[in-house]
């Protein structure tokens, strides 16, 4: 008589479990590995302001198309520069853009501010001025609120430190002259060089800008600490004080 719930010896057949189909790959896949290939083969100076934001984007938004995220990003803040600029908490405005993303983004800006400041310690700034306009513009142009940073020189023109003088409002930062003076001193510097953002993106010198560098030239005087210059960064240029003869 025949069990209907076994199966003759030796012939029963295990079965496991069923094989779950991956689909089709997705189409985002492709394209990932063809922005990466073009940079690895030296082609990446052709890709476009998108596709490389993009492929930064890949390292850290895994399984998830980024093409819409690194366009939304240069659509809200305007160019990749300012992107890469932009505070975390205003990266993550941005739908797809979580902490991990955004704390990434942040650290990519703050390499490129690094890599800048090598080329400015490298030699005395005031023969180096293309690397340090450069580097001052990475530093603040993107902040939202005005900065004033202050860089002291030593007797070769050198930086020995880059530091923040003041933080404020959108068209004000309140900076001491006595602290500058009294920082100075400590440091040993012979020399610095005032700098601060305009939010606005205009880094037309105000007239107020223009007072307090005089301020500050009066309370460095005494101690033979010169003001090299003061810069004002914008959106889209640096303007230096003492070459439009303000100072």
């Known amino acids: 008589m025949a069990d209907g719930g076994k199966s003759k010896a030796g012939t029963s057949a295990r ?8 689909g089709p790959a997705r189409h985002y896949h492709g394209h990932r590995e063809r922005l990466r290939q073009r940079v690895l083969d030296g082609d990446g100076a052709h890709l476009r302001d998108y596709e490389l934001l993009e492929l930064l984007l890949c390292a850290f938004i895994p399984r998830v198309d980024v093409k819409p995220i690194a366009k939304e990003l240069i659509a809200k803040f305007g160019t990749v520069s300012a992107a890469l600029g932009a505070s975390p908490e205003r990266l993550m405005e941005v739908k797809g853009v979580g902490e991990t993303a955004a704390a990434y983004i942040r650290a990519t ?8 400041r090598d080329e400015v310690v490298e030699r005395p700034v005031i023969s180096n001025w293309a690397a340090l306009l450069n580097y001052v513009s990475l530093r603040i142009k993107h902040e939202k609120s ?3 940073r202050v860089l002291y020189l030593d007797r070769k023109n050198k930086l020995i430190a880059d530091e923040k003088a003041g933080q404020g409002t959108v068209d004000h930062a309140p900076v001491y002259p006595r602290e500058i003076a009294r920082r100075a ?3 040993s510097a012979s020399s610095i060089i005032l700098v601060h953002n305009h939010p606005s993106g205009d880094p037309t010198p105000s007239r107020a800008d223009i007072d307090l560098t005089r301020e500050i030239e009066r309370a460095l005087a005494p101690l033979e600490i010169r003001v090299h ?4 960064v914008g959106a889209k240029e640096t303007i230096s004080m003492k070459a439009k003869g303000l100072i």
């Open 229 to 232: 210059d003061h810069l004002v």
């Open 109 to 116: 800006n703050l390499l490129m501010q690094q890599a800048a």
């Open 146 to 148: 005005e900065q004033a």
């Open 185 to 187: 001193l400590e440091l």
């Open 15 to 22: 079965v496991g479990p069923a094989k779950v189909s991956e």
